[in-house]
């Protein structure tokens, strides 16, 4: 992932194009939301692994 970030900064500051702007920021926006979404989802207010703690 680390990889990856790279090359989308280097890709943001070696391009000139206005389109080219637009592209790279929905293509980094839906790699985001893909990568959140495959998070592990944790309960409300719990804390570690949510096995009796409450913060």
Same mark, same amino acid.
């Given at each position: 992932?680390?990889?990856?970030? @790279?090359? *989308? ?19 980094? *926006?839906? *790699? ?6 495959? *998070?592990?989802?944790? &309960?409300?207010?719990? @804390? ?6 409450? &913060?």
């Amino acid at each position: 992932m680390f990889v990856l970030a @790279v090359a *989308l900064h280097t890709t943001w500051d070696s391009i000139g194009g206005f389109v080219a702007y637009g592209v790279l920021a929905v293509l980094s *926006l839906g *790699l985001l939301t893909g990568f959140a979404h495959r *998070l592990p989802h944790r &309960a409300p207010g719990t @804390v570690g692994g949510g096995v009796g703690f409450r &913060a």
